[in-house]
């Protein structure tokens, strides 16, 4: 079977710390994945290698086997962890401006999540609260039709209500050959739609299974054992 | 019926366990057609390969078939639904009396206790 998403002894460093530390890793198509790991596990930094928007130090990472690029923007849409959208943009606005670079971009499947959470359309970002502006930059990221999302902390400003309605716009809008990276500390809100987890430690892969199976083999819960594994 | 899940089973065994549970009580009917593993996952807020891995476990178990396109329908075979209903209660009894073993009742007890108290709620 085709990998979607490919590491090889993947390190990035910055100056002489190891954000990355020799990272083996394979992701398939049709997939929602949790990419765990405490803070400074590298998470962030897979995600920005992923999209190109670092470098590896050494090793590498590839997108259904191509060294990310202008070729893999095409394929991958990506959720930053910090606000990334001109502020003075109205939603309107940022709708055409998706649309401009991207062709995959579905209107209607925007326009039908921006109305069901209720965001003002003709407001701009920078009026709107931090929740709402993590929900509109989710939302345009979500309604690419994409081969591999890759989603950095998407719901850490959202209240809980809309945190189900995101993972529900993320499973209706599943496609059989897209896969979902989900990074992310709250891990009880989205055990229930991963296929896989993925815990990142220190730089490396310290655990990457199935869930069922997980729970199966431990009687615990994700969250459970992830606060077994990273205790402080 | 809302979807419940404890966070220390499998889900897949848990979307099976209130699939049966539906069948059962007749919340769905022998030949109803179910939901598409899309519809039915989204709605239940599980992922689509879990709800898949328990359709496909309960084609297995013989509570549910597919047809080519037309979808996929609960059992028509009311014996296979009858064994169904007697295999859940029969967990239901050994989970009730293991509780009362450990709450130090013998069978005898157990067995007085169950008179008493269907008397009174019969």
């Excluded at chain 1, 002489?16 to 400074?40: E, M, S, Y």
């Excluded at chain 1, 090793?59 to 502020?87: A, K, M």
């Excluded at chain 1, 970002?125 to 994409?146: F, I």
């Excluded at chain 2, 030949?31 to 297995?60: H, I």
Aim: charged residues 25%; hydrophobic residues 40%; proline residues 5%.
């Amino acid at each position: 079977m085709s990998t979607l998403l490919t590491c090889k002894g993947l390190v990035k460093s910055y100056d002489k710390v190891h954000a990355l530390d020799g990272l083996d890793l394979t992701i398939q198509p049709g997939r929602i994945v949790g990419l765990l790991g405490p803070n400074g596990s590298g998470k962030s930094t897979l995600m920005k290698l992923a999209n190109g928007l670092l470098t590896p130090t050494a090793g590498e990472v590839l997108i259904d086997g191509i060294v990310p690029g202008q070729e893999t923007h095409s394929l991958v849409s990506y959720l930053p962890d910090r606000p990334s959208l001109p502020q003075w943009m109205t939603i309107d606005q940022l709708q055409d401006f998706f649309a401009d670079f991207f062709p995959d971009f579905d209107r209607a499947r925007c326009r039908e999540m921006l109305d069901k959470l209720e965001l003002p359309s003709h407001r701009k970002l920078k009026d709107l609260s931090k929740g709402s502006r993590e929900k509109v930059q989710l939302v345009l990221t979500m309604s690419r039709q994409a081969r591999l999302y890759l989603l950095d902390e998407p719901m850490g400003g959202v209240d809980p209500a809309a945190r189900d309605f995101i993972l529900e716009t993320i499973l209706k809008n599943y496609d059989p050959e897209a896969t979902v990276v989900i990074a992310t500390h709250l891990i009880a809100d989205v055990e229930k739609v991963l296929d896989e987890v993925i815990f990142l430690d220190r730089g490396k892969a310290a655990l990457h299974t199935s869930v069922d199976d997980l729970r199966a083999e431990t009687g615990k819960s994700v969250d459970a054992l992830f606060r077994e594994v990273f205790q402080c | 019926m809302p979807w419940e899940f404890r966070s220390d089973l499998p889900i897949y065994t848990q979307l099976i366990a209130q699939i049966q549970q539906r069948i059962v009580t007749g919340q769905l009917q022998p030949g109803d057609r179910l939901p598409s593993v899309r519809d039915w996952a989204a709605e239940a807020g599980v992922n689509p390969n879990t709800m898949q891995r328990a359709m496909t476990e309960m084609e297995r178990q013989g509570l549910v078939h597919s047809q080519r396109t037309a979808g996929r329908f609960v059992t028509e075979d009311e014996a296979v639904i009858r064994k169904l209903r007697e295999d859940l209660a029969r967990t239901q009894v050994r989970d009730f009396l293991a509780a009362m073993g450990q709450l130090g009742f013998g069978p005898d007890e157990i067995a007085a206790l169950i008179q008493k108290e269907g008397e009174n709620s019969l």
